[in-house]
């Protein structure tokens, strides 16, 4: 028998395009390395308060996203495209979205990998709103989850239950020592290993002892 999967965690928000890349990676080799993965919604802007990050305070830094994202979307085969106005999404945050998803992944988990990946693409390949009502509805419907389902949990992000677990999850994230997203926890041989952003993938190959294939391992493109 082979030994038993090491468990990751990968906390994300689809506010931040970086945490796409993160997730589209360990999505593709959940099934080539020998992981488990646990994907975990948390909120950016929680964390970036709670660690004193303060975005949108470095000039260069924004004038070097655009660039960046454009050769990272290129790299690891994701349809990014930078918005026409990054700080008003900076601005209108992400609440509501990552409720939606949290509740997504208390509902209806098979459906959690699908819905954030449609609001991924509606902020940042489509430059489309992900605040509304009725934006969350058409990702999730796009999606592929019913609409009548999709109504339902969107009644839901109002609820305790649904703010609370987010609210851990984001807690945890921070005690985790997070202050950003994505982070990766790596939990091996009864220690925790916290690697921060979507460029430490090779890394995290190191650390788990696996082969890093790129990006975009062959296996898929066989």
Known sequence: MGSLPRNLELFYDVLSPYSWLGFEVLCRYQHIWNIKLQLQPSLLGGILKDSGNLPLQVPRKLQYLRSDLQLQGQHFQVPMQFPKDFSEIVRKGSVSAMRFVTATNMEQPEMLTKVSRELWMRA?????????????????????????????????????????????????????????????????????????????????AHLLGEKWMGPVPPALNA
């Open 124 to 204: 940042w390949s489509r430059d489309e709103d992900i605040t509304q009502p009725q934006s969350i509805l058409a990702a999730a419907e796009k999606a592929g989850m019913s609409a009548e389902d999709a109504r339902a949990l969107l009644e839901k992000i109002s609820t305790p239950q649904v703010k609370n677990q987010l609210r851990e999850t984001t807690e945890a994230a921070c005690k985790y020592g997070a202050f950003g997203l994505p982070i990766v926890v790596a939990h091996m041989d009864g220690q925790k290993h916290m690697l921060f952003g979507s460029d430490r993938m090779e890394l995290l």
